[in-house]
């Protein structure tokens, strides 16, 4: 069974940078879109950054020009460079792998990012 595990989250000043990594563990066999999500306290979990299988990305309006997203297929490892941080980026931030072939999904466990001085 494939896991996914986050790593990179922590404590920024405002303008500061993060990178963020989610590994699989296990041995993919399918068309993958990775993609990252984040839920603020009493919001609803949104879309960060995608990146599709043939490597096309979409980002939400909010981080475009301030966070890129990239992947290493041969780890099964998708990234997220944070850069010129805000207070309201702070949330927990969620890896996704949407499996194409089967049209299911897998989320990691989260990991929290807050933007504070």
């Known amino acids: 069974q494939v896991q996914l595990v986050e790593s990179g989250g922590g404590l920024v000043q405002p303008g500061g940078s993060l990178r963020l990594s989610c590994a699989a563990s296990?041995?993919?066999?399918?068309?993958?879109?990775k993609g990252w999500y984040r839920q603020a306290p009493g919001k609803q979990r949104e879309l960060v950054a995608a990146?599709?299988?043939?490597?096309?990305?979409n980002y939400g309006d909010s981080v475009k020009g301030r966070f890129t997203i990239s992947r290493d297929n041969a780890k099964n490892t998708v990234y997220l460079q944070m850069n010129s941080l805000k207070p309201e980026d702070t949330a927990v931030y969620y890896c996704?792998?949407?499996?194409?072939?089967?049209?299911?999904?897998?989320w990691g466990q989260g990991t929290q990012v807050t933007v504070s001085s």
């Open positions: 996704n792998f949407f499996f194409e072939t089967i049209a299911s999904d897998i």
């Open positions: 296990g041995s993919i066999f399918s068309i993958v879109t």
């Open positions: 990146i599709s299988s043939d490597g096309s990305t």
